[in-house]
């Protein structure tokens, strides 16, 4: 019996032994295989470019991106409205002039309060409808979006809410200014740009109902509340993309009107409390995207900016003064067609300056082009110590660096029904 057990043990212990190493080597080979596969897609990225995609249709759209770079783009215009709270009154401006000489763009890109006028504008690209908005920014007050409580000042941010406000009176405002109920509806294709709460990622909305949609896009943190849209909650748009001109780019655009509320350059503050310089580092990184998406724009794209002058308004919730902004928006605007002949209509002469306006301890000027060059040292495509985009006109074609791209792609809508 002795005999017999250690024989049926040594045969046991044997078909294990050699199971088992059957079994690493089948491991082994699968581990090998599955890194050849890696190495070769990593590989294959870098012939493309170094860019790196996410989704299940990755390779479909790297096939696509590949077939359209051995092509040359097809000529397309893109009006990019970038956000900037009340100042956003300035593009309502810069929108009258475009919309006097017949400027329509193929696509409108908006984010916050870009995402409001670009959605206003894509619904009636008309002088009638760049009309009403104008009446609609000129009725606001602070009141109206701001409403006025029993807590005031600093108390307001320790609430047990979300939000300071409530977005019912900024609801209101919007839904009086669009001429169609859904982006799908609008005269011009519109896309506009919300910060998911889920990842923190982009969230891009080409159809659905307009105004939760924007108010989605200009919800700013801690002043409005995040709007929640098929299930997920979203916050300003502005956070991670403020000017979207990169999405332009990547849909083909060869020729981007950018509208800026301010120059986009952000010369911080010195901070005085711990507050304000959370703030200003809110401002510099959102900034940051946007010099860094100048910086690398493709060699055939032309992007011609509209931008505002710094100083004209108090605070976030001030709609003092509108009309100079609007006036100073149509200034901006006037040079910019005198200049590159945007629209069906010529431009006859310079306009005149808008007239500064003053208060007990504020003082507004306006800023003044000299020749191809801004006091605050950026042309027409950028700025001027670094490279500059392509432009018409006299200022000299920047290098670009095309195929550039963010780091973790953006998230579209799906199509309907899809």
Request: hydrophobic share 40%.
């Amino acid at each position: 019996m002795t005999l017999a057990a250690s024989t049926t043990f040594a045969v046991v212990f044997t078909l294990f032994v050699v199971a088992a190493l059957v079994l690493v080597a089948l491991t082994l080979r699968f581990l090998v295989r599955q890194a050849s596969a890696s190495r070769a897609r990593w590989l294959a990225e870098q012939d493309d470019g170094g860019r790196s995609r996410q989704g299940p249709a990755a390779s479909v759209e790297e096939d696509e991106d590949d077939e359209a770079s051995d092509e040359e783009r097809t000529p397309m215009t893109a009006l990019v409205l970038g956000g900037g709270s009340t100042r956003g009154a300035i593009q309502i401006g810069m929108l009258q002039v475009l919309a006097e000489h017949g400027f329509v763009p193929d696509r409108v890109y908006g984010s916050s309060v870009g995402a409001i006028n670009g959605v206003g504008f894509a619904t009636d690209p008309t002088l009638d409808g760049v009309e009403r908005m104008t009446q609609v920014w000129l009725r606001i007050r602070r009141e109206d979006v701001y409403p006025q409580g029993r807590l005031h000042g600093p108390w307001l941010y320790l609430q047990q809410r979300d939000a300071v406000y409530s977005n019912s009176g900024l609801r209101a405002i919007v839904e009086e200014g669009f001429a169609h109920e859904r982006l799908e509806d609008a005269v011009v294709p519109v896309e506009v740009v919300a910060t998911s709460l889920t990842d923190g990622g982009e969230r891009w909305f080409t159809y659905g109902p307009a105004v939760d949609t924007v108010l989605a896009s200009s919800a700013m943190p801690a002043i409005f509340p995040a709007v929640e849209i098929g299930g997920e909650r979203y916050i300003d748009g502005g956070v991670v993309d403020n000017v979207p001109i990169q999405r332009a780019i990547d849909a083909g655009a060869t020729r981007i009107v950018v509208l800026l509320c301010s120059p986009p350059v952000f010369e911080p503050p010195m901070s005085r409390r711990p507050v304000e310089g959370m703030v200003n580092a809110l401002f510099i990184a959102i900034h940051a995207r946007f010099v860094r998406d100048m910086a690398r724009l493709p060699e055939d794209v032309e992007v011609i900016l509209c931008m505002g002058p710094e100083g004209t308004t108090r605070d976030f919730d001030d709609f003092s003064t509108t009309e100079h902004l609007i006036a100073l928006g149509r200034a901006e605007a006037s040079e910019v067609v005198r200049r590159y002949g945007l629209g069906t209509a010529a431009y006859p002469a310079p306009p005149l300056p808008v007239p500064a306006i003053r208060s007990d301890d504020h003082r507004y000027t306006v800023e003044r082009r000299v020749g191809d060059r801004r006091s605050d040292g950026w042309t027409a495509g950028g700025p001027a110590a670094g490279p500059a985009p392509q432009v018409d006109g006299p200022s000299p074609p920047g290098p670009g660096s095309p195929g550039a791209a963010a780091a973790a792609g953006p998230v579209t809508q799906p199509d309907p029904g899809t």
